[in-house]
């Protein structure tokens, strides 16, 4: 199973609104990411979050994370209509040597 | 400093075939990992190389394999194709494993 999901599965916005994404994994972690793919694409990363740390800006993206609940949420602030893609987080899998991707969440922010 | 690369970017092969896909990393990255995007199973993970060995394998049948050569360069096989094996196969590679991963455009596979 995935170590990571993200909740919810779409989300829909006006532009100028904020997007706020969940994630939530299994087992304990080193680092936990996040990524943007475009339809269809490569994806793109975003952020990475440390086991250790419980918030991080990057311009217009706020990701916080909480060991004790297993969960990081990913808040993306005035949207664009360019923010519209798939967000994912990705965690290190038990057993090492691997990133594991959640199921992600689709964003569609309508100008 | 170029990009992952992956060739070819869209491939159609028929049923029973086998097909070999390919990734450049990024210059100086030794770690390459492969992943499975289909829209109803999302991205799955298919294994993972550093220094030509493979240090994780996902949850996927032995038609499935790769190897990492000297340059780091890394392909993927799937043999006896089946129709459910029609998805984007993503290659990234990393400086170090669980950093920040690059992605290339991947390859569109389609088993009619």
């Known amino acids: 199973s995935q170590q990571g999901e993200e909740d919810p599965q779409a989300l829909s916005i006006q532009e100028g609104e904020n997007a706020t994404m969940n994630c939530s994994y299994k087992?304990?972690?080193?680092?936990l990411q996040w990524y943007r793919q475009n339809s269809g694409r490569g994806l793109v990363h975003l952020i990475l979050i440390r086991s250790n740390e419980r918030e991080k800006h990057s311009g217009r993206l706020r990701v916080t994370l909480d060991t004790s609940k297993k969960s990081s949420s990913l808040l993306i602030t005035a949207s664009r209509a360019a923010d519209t893609a798939s967000y994912f987080c990705?965690?290190?899998?038990?057993?090492?040597?691997?990133?594991?991707f959640g199921a992600g969440t689709r964003l569609f922010v309508k100008a | 400093k170029a990009g992952v690369t992956q060739t070819p970017r869209y491939l159609i092969k028929t049923r029973g075939q086998q097909v070999t896909l390919s990734c450049s990393p990024i210059?100086?990255?030794?770690?390459v990992s492969w992943y499975q995007q289909t829209p109803g199973q999302g991205l799955q993970f298919l294994f993972e190389?550093?220094?030509?060995?493979?240090?994780n394998k996902g949850n996927f049948p032995g038609r499935f394999s790769g190897r990492q050569f000297s340059n780091s360069r890394s392909e993927m096989n799937v043999s006896t194709l089946e129709l459910g094996d029609s998805a984007l196969y993503l290659c990234a590679s990393q400086q170090v494993i669980n950093t920040e991963a690059f992605f290339g455009q991947g390859t569109r596979l389609t088993v009619v």
């Open positions: 990705a965690t290190d899998g038990s057993g090492g040597f691997k990133t594991i």
């Open positions: 190389y550093f220094s030509e060995t493979q240090r």
């Open positions: 210059s100086g990255h030794r770690s």
């Open positions: 087992t304990s972690i080193n680092n």
